[in-house]
């Protein structure tokens, strides 16, 4: 067991007190040194045991869990440790097929990852979380979770895992009846899935795909998608399996296949079913027997299908589909009405929950927050710019204009820059980078001797302003090559067009989401105009019916 800080602390008082007549302030200093030296190498030696776990767990989670089950870490260790710990054992959990309802452990992991650690760490945390809450049928957090995951995928983030994250998503919109999105998600998967040389990824995920097409109703292609998958699987000497078994048996159950191919689909299923250790699944036994004719075996195999518990509206469809089909076969109405009752109970029941987790248009509204999130980020780094710019000259500005006097309109543009940076500078928070704090607060200081000022001394001439305006042009410039850096594809359109790079830098600031009217606060208007008039003239007929600021998204979207 490893030794703890507080352990280490108490050995030290210990000594002190046995030895108080001898000990020295220089000897209390060292032992301190050793003890905090000591505490150190032993915090790292736990971080560098979960490091190692970490590097096996794919490919070994027995172990895995049989490692991470004999360490002892308590919640008040190191956050890096306990997130660590929590990550893997919550991960070793999933992989051991250890189903966990409670988010409790996995929580100590998002707490640290959501503002500390790399990209993977991030996309593992939120990826476990959203398992967490599929095994515990609370769809729409899952869901959640797996869109924050998938914020975070790009090329860092494993194949394998994209695949699952795809599959996962997948079966919540399929619980929730967004059909449509459940079969983009398993045609993802399974096309991630084609990449890796684990076969049983493919295979898995083109049944996956089977189902979901069939149950789509597009039944002719659910059949084709097993044909093909059945055709590559014997090319690369693999035997069809046990999952392959029971979702052709389905198919064919609820198909109209003739009685010979059923029956051999049903005992290739139920041979798979004994070579693998596994229980024949009652239900599809039930509606096997009933589709055959074997009313007497469909009873008994009926029997020992459990009833499903309330709120379990996605067995109660299940349960009460199959009795429905038992009662019609033997002739038992009145039953048949009751099961059918229920059956459409189960189904309100999970229409209303998914209406009211409005999951099917949960995905569309995180992209849109993330969107609003990007463009909120790319404003106040061009604001950090354009003030950046503007404020490097502000000091001798504000020297020469104190000595002039001169000039309702200039100090009609100061007041309104004042305003405008006030209110930004307001609205900052802990969120904002200090960098751009630094530059708004600056900026306030060097306008407000002419807020707050009456008497202003003429002016000697029109240099001052000419230097504001080459400021301003500056400004436009440096933005245009800003996004030349960060969007090379937007800005290559606009150059091909012939704009200058103050022209280009307007644009990015249109597409970036700025008014005319919020340019004007900051520019002077006839520069505005001037510039406007110069884009559309180079744009010309691409232009067509739409206004210059919607092009400009537009074209901004398409190139980004």
Not at 27 to 50: D, F, G, H, P, Q
Not at 149 to 178: G, M, Q, W
Request: a negative charge.
């Amino acid at each position: 067991m490893p030794i703890m800080g507080q352990d280490i602390c108490k050995l030290t008082l210990t000594l002190f007190y046995k030895n108080e007549e001898y000990m020295t302030i220089h000897r209390i200093l060292s032992l301190l040194s050793v003890s905090v030296i000591i505490c150190c190498n032993a915090n790292n030696e736990v971080l560098t045991k979960l490091r190692y776990i970490e590097g096996y767990i794919q490919e070994n989670p027995e172990r895995a869990y049989s490692e991470l089950s004999g360490m002892d870490i308590e919640a008040d260790t190191d956050k890096e440790e306990y997130a660590l710990y929590s990550l893997l054992m919550s991960m070793a959990l999933d992989k051991n097929y250890i189903d966990v309802t409670s988010d409790s452990l996995i929580n100590n992991a998002v707490e640290y990852y959501s503002a500390h650690g790399d990209r993977l760490h991030r996309f593992y945390t939120y990826y476990y979380l959203g398992r967490i809450y599929s095994n515990a049928g609370s769809y729409k957090e899952s869901l959640e979770a797996y869109l924050k995951a998938e914020s975070y995928v790009n090329k860092t983030i494993p194949v394998d895992y994209c695949a699952r994250l795809h599959y996962n998503k997948s079966n919540v919109y399929r619980a929730h009846f967004a059909d449509e999105k459940a079969l983009e998600e398993a045609l993802k998967a399974r096309q991630a899935a084609s990449t890796l040389e684990n076969p049983a990824f493919f295979v898995s995920y083109s049944l996956n795909v089977a189902k979901q097409l069939f149950v789509n109703g597009r039944k002719d292609e659910a059949g084709s998608t097993l044909k093909d998958l059945k055709e590559w699987m014997k090319q690369n000497g693999i035997e069809p399996n046990l999952p392959f078994y029971r979702v052709s048996l389905r198919q064919s159950i609820d198909n109209d296949v003739s009685a010979d191919s059923l029956a051999a689909i049903y005992n290739l299923y139920t041979l798979a079913c004994e070579e693998s250790g596994v229980a024949i699944e009652p239900e599809l036994t039930t509606d096997y027997f009933i589709k055959s004719g074997y009313i007497g075996e469909a009873e008994k195999a009926f029997k020992a299908i459990p009833k499903p518990e309330d709120y379990d509206y996605h067995s109660a469809i299940a349960y009460y589909s199959t009795l429905s089909a038992l009662c019609e076969a033997t002739g038992r109405w009145d039953e048949y009405r009751a099961a059918q009752q229920e059956y459409q109970n189960a189904v309100e029941a999970l229409s209303l929950n998914a209406l009211n987790d409005d999951i099917h248009f949960l995905e569309e509204r995180s992209a849109n927050i993330e969107e609003q999130a990007r463009s909120r980020k790319d404003k106040l780094v061009l604001l950090a710019v354009l003030l950046a710019v503007l404020a490097t000259g502000s000091g001798a500005a504000a020297a020469l204009f104190h000595k002039n006097r001169k000039n309702t309109l200039q100090l009609e543009e100061i007041r309104k820059e004042y305003d405008l940076i006030t209110k930004v500078f307001k609205q900052t928070g802990s969120d904002t980078p200090e960098s751009i704090r630094n530059v708004l607060d600056k900026r306030i200081n060097a306008l407000r001797p002419f807020i707050t000022n009456v008497k202003f001394p003429a002016p000697k001439g029109r240099k001052v302003l000419e230097s504001m305006n080459k400021d301003r042009r500056e400004m436009l410039s440096s933005i245009g090559m800003l996004y030349a850096m960060t969007n090379p594809g937007f800005t290559s359109v606009l150059a091909g067009k012939g704009l200058s790079p103050e022209e280009i830098g307007l644009c990015s600031l249109y597409a970036c989401g700025y008014s005319s009217k919020e340019m004007t606060d900051i520019l002077y208007r006839v520069d505005i105009y001037h510039l406007n008039g110069s884009i559309r003239s180079k744009i010309g007929e691409d232009l067509g019916t739409l206004n210059l600021n919607t092009w400009l998204k537009d074209l901004y979207s398409r190139t980004s």
